[in-house]
């Protein structure tokens, strides 16, 4: 009994942690794509590099707070 309510608890959690990535990387695109200059390559590449870094701050920060 007490495995399946772990494996329970896990899926739950496992869900609930791709919801809260995708809604940050919804946020972050929005924030990071009105600042894009779509004619440039470099401006592009540095924009992906920004998103990147801005979603993983917040995805840790928010996996800190959860625990």
Do not use: C
Request: charged share 40%.
């Amino acid at each position: 009994m007490r495995e399946r309510i772990r494996a329970v608890a896990e899926s739950l959690a496992k869900d609930l942690e791709d919801d809260i990535a995708d809604e940050v990387g919804n946020l972050t695109g929005k924030l990071t794509t009105d600042f894009m200059d779509e004619g440039s390559e470099i401006e592009s590449e540095l924009m992906g590099y920004a998103f990147d870094q801005i979603n993983d701050a917040l995805l840790g920060e928010i996996k800190k707070e959860l625990k």
